[in-house]
């Protein structure tokens, strides 16, 4: 990290330390213990229940102000200590070259910390998951790179490749996309092209990665017809080896399908599109193959 960096975010974690308890440093040692591997599949929330039961611990005697200050100083720790978390995950030179940016923008939000931000906020977890070198920034989205299958994905693999689910016990470690929505602008054909480029060749260094998964109404194929500016997040992986699970949206599904577009609300209410909750998995062997073209595509 640049000295400039590492300047900033001292500063952070300095005027934070100030304001709480004077046992936080070894707060934080505790935590650092609690934390699980980062090989475990886990989902966006999960760090191991040592790791959730202590930091709740530690957090409730704290007045809500505090709570941020400690997640900003947590933080800040955590992003001094980047580089030694990157060289274990064997992260590629063009995803490594994501991190300035990113850890500009960490500081920005330190700085300037909305509210709320703390365990229970999904901003402070997907930097939480950014320090700890288990959300790769990559644009608009994040690549998480040590997710885990539940239920219906686990079950599409498992009629696939039962073996595999056998052998495993179902606990098999994929990549998986969340969206960061203070990054939207690079949302587009273009900046997907390059994650998902950027995620196949990451692949190549994760062998035991199965593959990438994503779940959003985003990923249905009928977004062909009725959103065709987003429809290369599923026909791209769909046309190199993916497949699609596709179940009936929930309520939460349906109001994200809806709450930006016009088009998308008029033909939901003419009765001529209903969101689906739709599960993309692109196995490793159709997502390399295909990164690979790209790559090639790029240097002809
Ligand atoms: C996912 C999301 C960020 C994608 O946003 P997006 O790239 O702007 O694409 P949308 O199809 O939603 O665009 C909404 C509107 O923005 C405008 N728009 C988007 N891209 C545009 C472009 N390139 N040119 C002109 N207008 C554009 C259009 O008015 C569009 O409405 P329309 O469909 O009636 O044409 C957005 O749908 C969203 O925030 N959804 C709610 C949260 C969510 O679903 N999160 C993911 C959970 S899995």
Redesign the pocket.
């Known amino acids: 990290m640049s000295a400039e960096r590492i300047d900033r975010f001292q500063q952070i974690a300095a005027t934070n330390r100030l304001a709480l308890p004077p046992a936080t440093l070894e707060q934080i040692a505790r935590l650092d213990t609690a934390l699980q591997h980062w090989k475990t599949p886990a989902l966006m929330r999960e760090f191991g229940p040592a790791f959730t039961r202590t930091w709740r611990e530690i957090t409730a005697p704290l007045a809500p102000p505090q709570r941020r200050q400690f997640a900003a100083l947590y933080l800040a720790q955590k992003a001094l200590a980047i580089d030694d978390v990157l060289r274990e995950r064997s992260l590629t030179p063009a995803l490594l070259a994501r991190y300035p940016l990113a850890l500009d923008r960490l500081a920005d939000t330190l700085e300037a910390m909305p509210d709320p931000y703390d365990f229970d906020d999904e901003l402070f977890i997907k930097d939480l998951r950014l320090v700890l070198g288990l959300g790769v920034p990559a644009g608009?989205c994040i690549l998480d790179i040590r997710s885990r299958m539940g239920g219906t994905i686990l079950l599409g693999v498992a009629r696939r490749d039962p073996l595999r689910v056998l052998r495993t016990g179902g606990k098999i470690p994929c990549f998986r996309l969340y969206?960061d929505?203070r990054y939207?602008e690079a949302?587009?054909r273009e900046g997907m092209i390059d994650y998902y480029r950027e995620a196949g060749e990451l692949l190549v260094h994760h062998p035991d990665v199965y593959g990438f998964v994503c779940?959003?109404?985003?990923m249905d194929p009928q977004l062909e017809r009725v959103?065709p500016?987003?429809a290369h997040l599923s026909t791209i992986p769909l046309s190199a080896g993916a497949f699609v699970i596709t179940r009936k949206a929930s309520d939460g599904d349906r109001a994200?399908?809806l709450?930006?577009?016009?088009?998308?609300?008029?033909l939901h209410e003419a009765g001529k599109y209903e969101p689906r909750a739709v599960s993309l998995v692109w196995p490793r062997e159709g997502m390399i193959r295909w990164a690979m073209a790209q790559r090639q595509e790029r240097k002809a």
């Open positions: 608009a969206l929505p939207r949302f587009n779940k959003s109404w985003f959103s500016r987003l994200r399908a709450k930006t577009s016009p088009t998308r609300r008029a």
